[in-house]
T-cell receptor
Framework: DQQVKQNSPSLSVQEGRISILNCDYTNSMFDYFLWYKKYPAEGPTFLIS?????DKNEDGRFTVFLNKSAKHLSLHIVPSQPGDSAVYFCAASSGTYKYIFGTGTRLKVLA | GAVVSQHPSWVICKSGTSVKIECRSLDFQATTMFWYRQFPKQSLMLMATSNEGSKATYEQGVEKDKFLINHASLTLSTLTVTSAHPEDSSFYICSAHSGTGKANYGYTFGSGTRLTVV
């Protein structure tokens, strides 16, 4: 039972355009969400987080939106850069340090 | 920021042998460490949670006798894959939590270990 889903395994975007990565979850108890970026053969690195008391969090080119009623969150990258090409994971937790990860979306930013 | 060092980055071993993977927090004390496994094109799956000085808590379906976890100090956790078999080949990643809160600065990943069992 995949509680956190990233239904798009891959996404290609032109440099300078917006990248939108989506994540859906099923557990309404999740109250904290993270986005990680992962390069091949490396561990994930933190990008941005959001708690369930907010619906938006912004950090530079990265913005995460949370729609609790739809159990959906998205990561927007504007403008997209070639260095953003990586696999992006969303992760969710419900009051503990135990996070459930999605399967990842591979983003390719075309120069 | 917080740094977690994981070694080795890759290892090839023969079937039936054991492999130890180390995870060290370099500039903070990690009260809790997590071990994940990632198969190709799949998500990171939590294997176990270890707290310094106590036994690890394993997720359902993870054999605790096969994946031995030791968290003897606040800066070091080890995962030993015992009697490794080809199906254990995977990417193993550790993560450490400093206990300073739920924000991400308390949850830092190592660089991962690619294990190949031949």
């Amino acid at each position: 039972d995949q509680q956190v889903k990233q239904n798009s395994p891959s996404l290609s975007v032109q440099e300078g355009r917006i990248s939108i990565l989506n994540c859906d979850y099923t557990n309404s108890m999740f109250d904290y969400f993270l986005w990680y970026k992962k390069y091949p053969a490396e561990g994930p690195t933190f990008l941005i987080s959001i708690s369930s008391i907010k619906d938006k969090n912004e950090d530079g080119r990265f913005t995460v939106f949370l729609n609790k009623s739809a159990k959906h969150l998205s990561l927007h990258i504007v403008p997209s850069q070639p260095g953003d090409s990586a696999v992006y994971f969303c992760a969710a937790s419900s009051g503990t340090y135990k996070y459930i990860f999605g399967t990842g979306t591979r983003l390719k930013v075309l120069a | 920021g917080a740094v977690v060092s994981q070694h080795p980055s890759w290892v090839i071993c023969k079937s039936g042998t054991s492999v130890k993977i180390e995870c060290r927090s370099l500039d903070f004390q990690a009260t809790t460490m997590f071990w994940y496994r990632q198969f190709p094109k799949q998500s990171l799956m939590l294997m176990a949670t270890s707290n310094e000085g106590s036994k690890a808590t394993y997720e359902q379906g993870v054999e605790k006798d096969k994946f031995l976890i030791n968290h003897a100090s606040l800066t070091l956790s080890t995962l030993t894959v015992t009697s490794a078999h080809p199906e254990d080949s995977s990417f193993y990643i550790c993560s450490a939590h400093s206990g300073t809160g739920k924000a991400n600065y308390g949850y830092t990943f190592g660089s991962g270990t690619r294990l190949t069992v031949v």
